[in-house]
């Protein structure tokens, strides 16, 4: 076994990158090490081409093992199944830098498989996913253009820290995560509490300077390692005679069918004809599908042209400017919170639900969180584009985009302590033509507000674009979907307007400057802020009063030594009172009571029972109890749930009596006052001192055996 080991450093941690150990029959293997979190990365290639596609297959999988934390998965089969949503988004962000690096006309399937062997709290592994992606590929036989090295960036005490710790990212106002070459970035994922744009121009900054030992390690495991890359055929590389052909007969015809549209269905229709046209002239001679490709490549640079030379976008407006914008809320009579933001031909439809704290997701992968508060989940219909396909749940994109919106929101929720309630808020794309996460982010925000949630301030989500040509460039604010398809870069911002909250970014060239990121972020901002203009115009601020559908909360705070006769054996208690209410009722181990009911008699209910089943034996006040059991010298009456005192012979009456069982039998009900708690928690009551009208003073001078009234 020729086992290889090479080391680099990402910030103040060592990365530790093995290979020739693990897999060996993979196409390139690597395991990677930071601390005790252990991943094995293989990237492997078909040997068979797929034939008939118009997109390079590349698949990349996180396959969550809960061994690796030394966990049993809590399913009912207790295996893992389905990828947790945690492995999705890792998968996700492994492959968007990776996959600008393969050839675009290879028609080979790529499979990139990360397998976490070992996971601590301390390092996460979305980072080592990406490098050790990166790795695997650059020593494989897999043709590659990389390698890229990746990392992250938090913002502890007013500095930025690069590969910062899981334990200093909960202290942190930002966590980025940006992977790239040694060139240039390629890939930019953050959420952050509402930092400045040139806070994040810094950490981009400061991440692509940290990465570049990673990559240079990789380089020289290629050197030392690498196979060499097999031979590949290209598919649907369209010649340059056919392109010239196309471009002398239908420019004109191009331009007029983008330009004179009115909107994207007359613009497709448009290009569609004369797709439909140009293959009938051309099919003796050329493939169908390479005068498709031909055409849309000469429609791609003159729009490019266009665009970056005059500053005219494909449906006319100005490279800042934004498209019609429209807000509304509270649609949905019984929905909690319901918003709709439209832009442009792209409608989201937002709802908000509020529930109790029992209702928090359960997360069950390797994550160290346990429980999530809010979420955030997004819907692409294939009508939403007028196309149709099979629903099978939510795909990778959506999965993506709901938790884009979940991190841009979740800065500006209140603590559980100021509002008990779980949230979820559901975004339904209704029509799509362009940043469709942004605009649910909107809707989420309107949607929130409506119902009655008290966020410290409405977040606004735009995207912008870029196409640039040498020294020559356009920011594009609020891009299409055409022009995101064509563009250099997809560059998604949302916050507040004191700072950001979430940043996505996907680039496609290389060579962007800093200065270009902060003209692009600034221009972003100005977007932004027209934006929560219109928005406030909907709904300025969250209402007071929440939808007569939503529960109402209550909480409680008690002794947690007394939890147990609220839940009773076997919750049989807490249920009772659910059933007797019409409530929800979650306990925490800490005394915390929420209950939750649609109506305020309800949980007056709910609380005054609790509060019986809860309450303290105080000295001097009168209770009604039963008598549990007697005895020679006195009886014992329980006056609180689980809870009882002892009433001596001498305080049973205020005469003179033989027998305990004169006056009271097991089973009666008396009323009693307590005249003394000792220190191990033994209560004295007395019935005289309710029969004659004592004051607790007087009850408290005649607690003694013996010690009431002379008896008559």
Not at 29 to 48: C, E, N, Q
Not at 386 to 398: D, N, Q, S, V
Not at 403 to 415: I, K, Q, T
Not at 664 to 670: C, L, R, Y
Request: charged residues 30%.
């Amino acid at each position: 076994m020729n086992s290889h080991t090479f080391t680099t450093k990402l910030g103040e941690h060592v990365l530790t990158l093995e290979t020739g150990k693990l897999a060996q029959q993979a196409g390139g293997t690597v395991t990677i090490t930071s601390g005790d979190t252990k991943l094995l990365v293989t990237a492997t290639m078909s040997r068979d081409v797929r034939e008939g596609i118009s997109f390079f297959p590349l698949t990349v999988d996180f396959e969550e093992r809960l061994y690796a934390a030394g966990r049993i998965p809590g399913s009912f089969f207790r295996r893992e199944g389905r990828p947790p949503e945690s492995a999705t988004l890792i998968a996700r962000l492994t492959d968007r830098p990776l996959r600008p690096l393969f050839p675009k006309k290879m028609r080979n399937d790529v499979q990139v498989i990360i397998t976490p062997l070992s996971q601590d709290e301390t390092h996460e592994s979305d980072i080592l996913s990406i490098i050790g992606a990166s790795a695997a590929l650059t020593i494989s036989d897999v043709p590659f253009d990389g390698p890229i090295g990746a990392t992250r960036v938090g913002y502890i005490d007013n500095e930025l820290v690069v590969n910062p710790t899981l334990p200093e990212m909960e202290e942190s106002a930002l966590d980025l995560r940006l992977a790239g070459t040694a060139e240039a970035i390629l890939m930019v994922e953050a959420n952050a509490s509402g930092v400045e744009e040139h806070i994040l121009v810094e950490a981009l900054r400061s991440g692509h300077e940290a990465i570049q030992d990673t990559v240079q390690t990789q380089k020289e495991m290629r050197e030392t390692v690498g196979k060499p890359k097999r031979e590949y055929k290209l598919y649907g590389v369209v010649p340059d005679e056919l392109v010239d052909e196309v471009r002398q007969e239908a420019s004109a015809r191009i331009e007029e069918a983008v330009y004179g549209a009115e909107n994207k269905k007359e613009r497709d229709n448009r290009v569609r004809d004369l797709q439909n046209e140009m293959v009938a002239r051309l099919e003796e001679a050329w493939d169908e599908g390479l005068i498709k490709e031909a055409l849309d490549k000469v429609m791609r640079d003159i729009i490019r042209e266009r665009t970056i030379n005059e500053g005219v976008r494909a449906d006319g407006r100005r490279p800042d400017e934004i498209r019609s914008l429209a807000a509304e809320v509270g649609l949905l009579p019984r929905a909690h919170g319901s918003g709709l933001f439209t832009r442009g031909e792209t409608q989201v439809l937002s709802v908000a639900t509020l529930g109790t704290p029992r209702e928090e997701q359960t997360i069950d992968d390797l994550s160290p969180r346990e429980r999530k508060r809010y979420m955030h989940h997004y819907n692409f219909p294939p009508y939403s584009t007028g196309e149709t396909w099979p629903l099978r749940g939510p795909k990778r994109r959506e999965i993506g985009h709901g938790a884009l919106g979940e991190n841009a929101l979740r800065p500006m929720l209140p603590s559980e302590d100021e509002f008990a309630y779980t949230l979820r808020v559901v975004s339904d794309v209704l029509s799509s033509n362009g940043s469709t996460s942004m605009a649910s982010i909107c809707g989420s925000t309107l949607a929130l507000m409506d119902a009655g949630v008290p966020i410290k301030a409405p977040v606004g989500g735009i995207a912008m674009g870029l196409m640039k040509q040498d020294d020559r460039y356009q920011i594009l604010s609020d891009i299409q979907g055409l022009e995101d398809h064509i563009g250099d870069m997809d560059f998604k911002v949302a916050g507040t307007r004191e700072g950001v909250t979430a940043l996505q970014m996907d680039i496609k060239t290389t060579g962007i400057s800093y200065e270009l990121l902060e003209e692009a972020l600034a221009q972003a901002r100005e977007a932004r802020l027209q934006i929560l203009d219109v928005m406030s115009e909907a709904i300025a601020e969250p209402r007071e009063d929440m939808s007569q559908y939503a529960p109402r909360m209550t909480i409680m705070q008690v002794d947690p030594s007394k939890l147990g006769a609220v839940i009773g054996s076997g919750g049989e208690t807490v249920r009772s009172i659910e059933e007797q209410c019409d409530v929800s009722v979650d306990i925490e181990d800490d005394g915390t009571i929420y209950i939750a009911a649609t109506n305020g008699p309800c949980a007056e209910q709910a609380q005054a029972m609790i509060e019986a089943l809860t309450e303290e034996a105080e000295v001097g006040q009168i209770y009604t109890g039963r008598v549990v059991r007697t005895t020679d010298f006195g009886a014992f009456v329980e006056i609180l749930p689980n809870t009882d005192g002892m009433v001596h012979i001498s305080q049973l009456s205020n005469e003179y009596i033989d027998s305990v069982e004169d006056v009271v039998q097991v089973g009666d009900e008396i009323m009693v006052m307590v005249t003394n708690i000792d220190r191990e928690g033994k209560i004295r009551l007395s019935r005289q001192a309710v029969l004659e009208g004592w004051t607790p003073e007087e009850a408290r001078a005649a607690d003694r055996p013996g010690g009431g009234r002379k008896r008559r």
